[in-house]
Nanobody, 116 residues
Framework: QVQLVESGGGLVQPGGSLRLSCAAS????????MGWYRQVPGKQRELVAV???????NYADSVKGRFTISRADPKNMVYLQMNSLEPEDTAVYYC??????????WGQGTQVTVSS
């Protein structure tokens, strides 16, 4: 079992920045991929960014150049630095971990609202 706890969401004006953090606990040795997804009401959860244990990253086209994902394995943390935020980035952001045995785990989500 892996437990994920997000923090860092909130309200920010367009053009502003936020940094999301996710702390993993439990069977952390089994984690391969970690990342972030987001969801707005009435839509499917979508990939924002993921990072592998080797440091390879993948981003949604809509956030490339604005968001940066990073990982600190000794601290079992994954971060999402979000710059130049747009109203379209408003969503609940979920931390995600995928283990080597093929099991996916999700955090409880943190709300990000971009509005003036």
């Amino acid at each position: 079992q892996v437990q994920l706890v997000e923090s860092g969401g909130g309200l920010v004006q367009p053009g502003g920045s936020l940094r999301l953090s996710c702390a993993a606990s439990g069977s952390i040795f089994s984690i391969n991929l970690m990342g972030w997804y987001r969801q707005v009401p009435g839509k499917q959860r979508e990939l924002v960014a993921v990072i592998s244990s080797g440091g390879s990253t993948n981003y949604a086209d809509s956030v490339k150049g604005r968001f940066t994902i990073s990982r600190a394995d000794p601290k079992n943390m994954v971060y999402l630095q979000m710059n130049s935020l747009e109203p379209e980035d408003t969503a609940v952001y979920y931390c995600y971990a995928f283990t080597r045995s093929g099991i996916a785990y999700w955090g409880q989500g943190t709300q990000v609202t971009v509005s003036s």
